[in-house]
């Protein structure tokens, strides 16, 4: 359960990973790192593709390499984007990628929205997406 990476070494990773996204159309790069709750860290990036609906999103790629991976318990993740890797505003996840937190994270999964290392928001999953479809509509009561 101990967090053994501080928010700012989170975003430090978000960056590195940034710098592997594949965007020869948007430009616009986007890094994440993503948290387990046993405290490993999985990265993405955006990887976009001819045909435009393939695209991936950074978050997306950090969260399915993790689960792919057999993880299930997140803590929080860190996300910075850019165009031409240029963070010059607070990236915010897009609503698919939201949807796909709230498939594995409770309400008060951590998302850091960067700037910087040091210049970041804080916000909770219920705060980027209240009155969410979750996995317990679907159980049988
Ligand atoms: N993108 C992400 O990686 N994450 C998001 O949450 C929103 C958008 C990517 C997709 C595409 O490669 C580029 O940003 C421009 O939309």
Request: proline share 4%; hydrophobic share 35%.
């Amino acid at each position: 359960m101990s967090e053994r990476i501080t928010d700012a070494e989170l975003i430090r990773t978000a960056f590195k990973a940034m710098e592997n996204a594949y965007v020869p159309y948007s430009g616009y790069k986007v890094g994440a790192a993503l948290l387990t709750e046993s405290g490993k860290v999985y990265t993405g990036c955006n990887i976009e593709n001819a045909s435009y609906t393939p695209t991936v999103c950074a978050e997306r790629t950090a969260f399915f390499k993790a689960v792919s991976e057999g993880e299930r318990s997140f803590t929080k993740i860190a996300v910075v984007g850019g165009k031409g890797g240029e963070v010059s505003t607070y990236f915010v996840p897009c609503g698919v990628c939201r949807q796909v937190m709230s498939e594995f994270c409770d309400d008060d999964f951590s998302v850091i929205i960067a700037k910087s290392e040091t210049d970041y928001l804080l916000k909770t999953l219920n705060d980027l997406l209240p009155c969410r479809f979750s996995p317990q509509y679907l159980v049988d009561n």
